[in-house]
Every structure is written in structure tokens, then in C-alpha cells.
């Protein structure tokens, strides 16, 4: 690889190459490096300090690389990782400068604006769910909002094992949207809060009450994205501009590639890369 400067780009899997299509879509100019811990995925049902251990791993994976800025473009390790990475491991780091950005405060600073009833509904992993952290963030930009929360454990395996689009998923969706509504019928809104999850937005549509509005997070975190880069022209200098894509897995990475174009929308070469 030639000597560049990307931005980096992680999930736990490929549920984050759904926001970082719509990154690419709002600034291809940039170099990227996509990361997939498929190894180790789910990260969901995973301990605070696992998750951590993995995130900061694949974090100091990246600055290695030298991306002066890494986007956690996954909702469990924004959940259970980022703070900690932030508030202890970055001041300890050589290069000081370098950044790691997450996935939930882009959503929470705007979701109270897609809310009639000021009633908002959180799918997401039991690792988000147990964070508590959209509830948390949302109290600091939307006080008067009401969070209601809903584990949804298999939907990361369906759409990972394609049968998102499958009868099974069905029963699923339905169930968790069941469990969510059954807190507070008035939840007019629905954050698809985990990256595999817009896959499921057709279903998610049908089994959804009418006029349900349902938030996926691509282009929040894009735009979030565009916004800081104009804010932090330090950094926007520090990145690359080649419009390179550089894709790796931990994993096998034929299955990877396979399923990858499904969520990115085109076909994905990846490398693999080896963090044990």
C-alpha cells in the first residue's frame, strides 16, 4: 500500500460499511480504510471490557496505519468503548492529534427533530441497550423527549446469515417491535440503533404502526462527518485525498467479500488481517 493518510473506518462486522457507503457518497476524495472484526463478532452480547479490549486493539490497528482519524461505525463499541478510549488511551498515545469519533452523538444531537409525539423508540444490540447510553445522551440535547428501549438479540444473525429478507425475520421483527410498542403506544419514532439494521427497514416499515417514521444512521454520521472535518481544518489537512478504499477482515475473507457487497452495495475485495 502506498504511504497514505486514510480515515478509518470499524465495525465489529458489516453493518458499518452501511454508514461508511454514505460517508463515501458525501466525500469520495478522501483515502479510507474499512476494519471488520468478523473474528470476533457479535460484539453485542459481549462485557464492557471485551468490547473495549477489541476496539482500542483495532484502534491502535488503524493509527498504525496512519489514519489521524478513526470513525467507530459501530453502536457497541460507541456504546462501550469510546469514552474510555477517548478519555484515557488518546492523551497517552504518541501522536496526540489523532481522533476517534463515534456513531451515537450525531444521532442523539438531531433525533428529537423527527418526533411528533416526543415519544422515541431505541432498537438495538443488548450491548447498546445495556449501555444505556442513547437514553443518556439524548437527556443532554433532548431533555423533554421520553426513550423507550428494546433489545433486538437476532437480528445481527439474520442479517449476517442473509435471511433478512426471509420469513424468519418476520417473526423477529415483529416480536421486538411488539416488545417495544407494548411500553408506550404513542412511540412514533424508531432508531435503528446497530448498523446491520437497515437491511431490516422494509420489514421493520411493514410491521411499524402507520406514519412510523424509522431512523437509520448513514447519513446522520456522513453529515456529522462533513460537519467536522469543516470545523477541524487541522485535521481535513492531515487526510489523504486519492480516493483510495482498502478493505480488511479478520475473518475469511471470500465470505467476507460475499457479504460485504450486500451492505455496501458493490462488490468488496478485502484483505485479511490477523490482530491475534
Not at 458525501?26 to 480504510?33: N, S, V
Not at 410498542?181 to 412511540?187: H, V
Not at 480488511?248 to 467479500?257: A, G, I, K, L
Request: a negative charge.
Amino acid at each position: 500500500m502506498q504511504a497514505i493518510s486514510p480515515i478509518g473506518v470499524f465495525d465489529s462486522g458489516y453493518g458499518g460499511l452501511t454508514v461508511f457507503k454514505s460517508i463515501v457518497q458525501q466525500l469520495p476524495q478522501y483515502d479510507y480504510l474499512y476494519l471488520g472484526d468478523n473474528a470476533r463478532s457479535p460484539y453485542g452480547p459481549r462485557s464492557f471490557d471485551t468490547v473495549y479490549e477489541y476496539t482500542l486493539q483495532c484502534v491502535q490497528w488503524f493509527f498504525a496505519q496512519g489514519c489521524p482519524l478513526v470513525i467507530l461505525a459501530c453502536n457497541t463499541a460507541s456504546a462501550k468503548a469510546l469514552r474510555t478510549i477517548q478519555q484515557h488511551d488518546l492523551p497517552k498515545m504518541p501522536d496526540s492529534g489523532n481522533r476517534v469519533l463515534g456513531v451515537i452523538r450525531p444521532t442523539t444531537e438531531i433525533i428529537g427533530q423527527f418526533s411528533q409525539t416526543g415519544k422515541v423508540g431505541i432498537l438495538g444490540t443488548k450491548g447498546t441497550v445495556t449501555s444505556n447510553s442513547y437514553p443518556i445522551e439524548i437527556e443532554k440535547f433532548w431533555p423533554q423527549l421520553q426513550v423507550y428501549q428494546q433489545a433486538c438479540p437476532m437480528w445481527v444473525p439474520l442479517v449476517e446469515n442473509n435471511e433478512h429478507n426471509g420469513d424468519g425475520a418476520d417473526f423477529f421483527v415483529q416480536e421486538y417491535l411488539q416488545q417495544l410498542l407494548a411500553q408506550d403506544a404513542e412511540i412514533d419514532t424508531l432508531l435503528l440503533a446497530c448498523t446491520h439494521y437497515p437491511l431490516l427497514h422494509k420489514k421493520i416499515q411493514q410491521y411499524a404502526p402507520a406514519g412510523t417514521r424509522i431512523v437509520a444512521q448513514g447519513d446522520i454520521v456522513a453529515n456529522s462527518l462533513v460537519d467536522y472535518l469543516q470545523r477541524h481544518p487541522q485535521m481535513e489537512q492531515r487526510i489523504s485525498k486519492h480516493a483510495l478504499r482498502h478493505f480488511y477482515t479478520t475473518d475469511d475473507t471470500r465470505s467476507f467479500d460475499e457479504q460485504a457487497s450486500v451492505f455496501y452495495g458493490t462488490a468488496v475485495q478485502s484483505q485479511h488481517l490477523n490482530l491475534v
